[in-house]
């Protein structure tokens, strides 16, 4: 992990899915990403822990300002 881009964990209706920054964590903007498996389907249940070492494939979901 990289703390420099806040890499995190969302919940709720963004579970499986992981945030980076784009600049910093005062920006408002993010990049939304989920982990695939080989099969190019998400990861169930998705423990970023368990998966780093075997995760080849992400989707960059949505880049938004978050805050609006």
Same mark, same amino acid.
């Given at each position: 992990m990289m703390p420099t881009f806040h890499f995190h964990k969302l919940s709720g209706n963004m579970d499986g899915f992981f945030a980076i920054d784009v600049k910093t964590r005062r920006d408002p903007w993010r990049i939304i990403i989920q982990p695939l498996d080989e099969n190019e389907e998400p /990861? &169930?249940?998705? =423990? @970023? &822990? #368990? @998966?780093?070492?075997?995760?080849? @494939?992400?989707?960059?979901? #949505?880049?938004? =300002?978050? /805050? #609006?």
């Amino acid at each position: 992990m990289m703390p420099t881009f806040h890499f995190h964990k969302l919940s709720g209706n963004m579970d499986g899915f992981f945030a980076i920054d784009v600049k910093t964590r005062r920006d408002p903007w993010r990049i939304i990403i989920q982990p695939l498996d080989e099969n190019e389907e998400p /990861y &169930d249940p998705c =423990n @970023i &822990d #368990e @998966i780093a070492g075997v995760v080849r @494939i992400v989707e960059v979901k #949505e880049v938004s =300002n978050h /805050y #609006e």
